[in-house]
């Protein structure tokens, strides 16, 4: 039963006190939206919130039905000196011929709410969304396979938009409208089983709600289980990011031994993350050797020999050609014979010294190339390029980088910023240039 005193205590989730805040409440002159707009009528007068004011939008679907409802709204607002903000929609607005017009008319709705929030400085957005909607809402995600965040149902915050309508049934607003004398109207189009939410709503909930004088109370901490149990799953996920997880260049690493421990599900979870959501393209990535490159809609997933590296796939594409053009050093650009390469992140910064009597500028910073051969400090004889990358396990994403310094006659000088080639070091030299990697 809807009473002043529960529909108050709902304003308790919000993050802070209602009462310097606005409100917007969005009124299309159903029963819903009428009741929600005379309690918050009350709300205000008992000086609970700063200001309240109406958002409706017309259609124009349902002929003169869609004029009445508007002038319903407007003449409840003129009497009560509540503002209001209508939007008649046009053909401007460019109804589709195909598609979903249901969701046409969202999106247009609530970019309308936006811009008078914005407009006017509106701290919230309320909706009149009850218990039965959400039950709706369950039953349509159920069928369509949706994953936990779909059967969490409707939140009753988030992103500005407060639904302090959810605890109640839709009998009790129609109760509550009748006793208090509250006009609305009924959109007679959700009689018809033309889309799914009302041939659930016709046809399936009765029968549901049939089974138990209770069901939608025992529905409710069904939803409230499963919003427990997607809070859990976010911790677990939170803590997983914090143990293994490292941003470098807005690129993501990702332990590939922690993340094949976990739960299967914990697993989708935390690649869904990045926009990969197919349960056989997970297992594939799971499964895939070192080098193989995976794509979402907005990421690209490189499996490395100990690390996932994921990046934003623009980013991926400009950093690629940013690292594999070549860098020149002309001597004449080198200050106090000292060279400085930044942009390694390293802990400590290192230094390598070279024989400025031995090496022929200018000096080239370029991407390996195949056959390749340096003779590393700490070794004897020669090694191929290619070999100490893999035995240093070097990630694929900084072997394909301009990590091979040379000098004007192709003699390799190091790989940068792993180890200096002996042939030209100069530690003692009396023409000392050094090598400054940061």
């Not at 979870?269 to 997970?282: A, D, M, V």
């Amino acid at each position: 039963m809807i009473n002043f005193e529960k529909f108050q205590n709902e304003f308790s989730l919000l993050e802070e006190s209602s009462v310097d805040k606005k409100f917007l409440i969005a009124v299309s002159g159903g029963a819903d939206s009428m009741v929600l707009l005379s309690l918050m009528r009350d709300f205000f007068s008992q000086k609970r919130c700063s200001a309240i004011s109406v958002a409706h939008i017309n259609y124009h679907l349902r002929g003169e039905d869609s004029n009445l409802d508007q002038k319903l709204v407007t003449d409840f607002c003129q009497e009560y000196d509540i503002p209001h903000f209508v939007y008649e929609v046009s053909c401007v607005d460019n109804k589709p011929n195909e598609g979903s017009i249901q969701l046409w008319a969202r999106d247009l709705r609530y970019a309308f709410f936006r811009e008078v929030m914005n407009n006017n400085n509106i701290d919230y957005l309320l909706t009149a969304h009850h218990r039965d909607d959400q039950l709706e809402t369950f039953l349509i995600n159920l069928s369509r396979g949706a994953g936990l965040a779909g059967l969490c149902g409707i939140p009753k915050y988030k992103n500005s938009i407060f639904r302090p309508m959810l605890g109640f049934t839709k009998q009790e607003i129609y109760q509550y409208a009748h006793e208090n004398k509250i006009p609305f109207r009924e959109d007679k189009s959700n009689k018809k089983n033309d889309y799914l939410r009302n041939k659930i709503r016709n046809t399936i909930s009765p029968l549901l709600k049939d089974l138990s004088p209770h069901f939608l109370d025992n529905f409710q901490k069904s939803i409230d289980y499963i919003n427990d149990c997607k809070l859990f799953i976010n911790s677990e996920l939170k803590f997983f990011f914090e143990e293994n997880l490292e941003m470098k260049d807005d690129f993501v690493f990702i332990d590939k031994n922690a993340l094949k421990k976990q739960n299967t599900y914990l697993i989708y979870e935390i690649l869904k993350t990045f926009s990969f959501e197919n349960s056989t393209e997970i297992d594939k990535i799971l499964h895939a050797e070192v080098g193989n490159i995976f794509h979402s809609k907005e990421y690209q997933l490189l499996v490395d020999r100990q690390k996932y590296i994921i990046s934003k796939k623009e980013h991926y594409s400009q950093k690629k050609n940013q690292d594999n053009i070549p860098l020149t050093i002309e001597k004449s650009s080198v200050e106090n014979n000292t060279i400085i390469l930044e942009g390694y992140h390293l802990q400590e910064a290192k230094i390598w010294f070279l024989d400025g009597d031995k090496i022929n500028f200018p000096l080239k910073l370029r991407p390996k190339k195949e056959g390749e051969y340096f003779f590393p400090i700490g070794m004897q004889g020669k090694k191929k390029v290619s070999k100490f990358i893999k035995d240093e396990k070097i990630s694929l994403l900084e072997k394909n980088k301009n990590i091979i310094l040379e000098d004007a006659i192709g003699t390799i000088l190091g790989i940068v910023p792993f180890r200096q080639d002996r042939r030209k070091m100069g530690r003692d030299s009396i023409n000392q240039f050094k090598i400054i990697i940061k």
